[in-house]
T-cell receptor
Framework: GAGVSQSPSNKVTEKGKDVELRCDPI?????LYWYRQSLGQGLEFLIY????????KSGLPSDRFSAERTGGSVSTLTIQRTQQEDSAVYLC??????????????FGPGTRLTVL | RKEVEQDPGPFNVPEGATVAFNCTYS??????FFWYRQDCRKEPKLLMS???SGNEDGRFTAQLNRASQYISLLIRDSKLSDSATYLC???????????FGSGTRLQVQP
């Protein structure tokens, strides 16, 4: 079956512009996560959606970052007034929450964002 | 101090060698542990979960020491295709988001 897909694969923007990154999770997966990975760094959690529950936004680095998930499926991560330090690979993951255990997160290929 | 610490490497080993990676985590509330593999410019993929009793998957063996808050990954009979970055990952109780180490780079040479 299809995996997690993300678009665009690459995005180059100018400082101060807004960008939108899209994630299509695996069909049937109820949980969706956004992470980012800066050069040479580990993945940093940004935000988590699970069903109709309020999202866990504890990882968002500033109020310039926001995300939404429409219809429990597709998610969009928006970065307003981009800064050069926002340059990173933005990775989306999804999982099927089957109970109290931690379920495997499947990652998309990422969007490589470069802010000039 | 980072929540998950790994030696960044690189570890350069010949084909057929045995190599071990270590990882320490600082949050004692961590309850699930994993090793992910990430190839250059690719997304991370789950390699294996890590259980307290230790577990093995072919040439890969993972160990967890909760008392020392220490996780290890052993790769036997290294292959060229094992060259990648290995990410140590933990999950805190009550939190779905994963916490990643910065990764250990392995380069297996012919």
């Amino acid at each position: 079956g299809a995996g997690v897909s993300q678009s665009p694969s690459n995005k180059v923007t100018e400082k101060g512009k807004d960008v939108e990154l899209r994630c299509d999770p695996i069909s049937g997966h109820t949980a969706l996560y956004w992470y980012r990975q800066s050069l040479g760094q580990g993945l940093e959690f940004l935000i988590y959606f699970q069903g109709n529950s309020a999202p866990d936004k504890s990882g968002l680095p500033s109020d310039r970052f926001s995300a939404e998930r429409t219809g429990g499926s597709v998610s969009t991560l928006t970065i307003q007034r981009t800064q050069q330090e926002d340059s990173a690979v933005y990775l989306c993951a999804s999982s099927f929450i089957a109970g109290g255990s931690t379920d495997t997160q499947y990652f998309g290929p990422g969007t490589r964002l470069t802010v000039l | 101090r980072k929540e998950v610490e790994q030696d960044p490497g690189p570890f350069n080993v010949p084909e057929g060698a045995t190599v071990a990676f270590n990882c320490t985590y600082s949050n004692s509330a961590s309850q699930s542990f994993f090793w992910y593999r990430q190839d250059c410019r690719k997304e991370p993929k789950l390699l294996m979960s890590v259980y307290s009793s230790g577990n093995e998957d072919g040439r890969f063996t993972a160990q967890l020491n909760r008392a020392s808050q220490y996780i290890s990954l052993l790769i036997r009979d290294s292959k060229l295709s094992d060259s990648a970055t290995y990410l140590c990952v933990v999950n805190r109780a009550g939190r779905r988001a994963l916490t990643f180490g910065s990764g250990t780079r392995l380069q297996v040479q012919p």
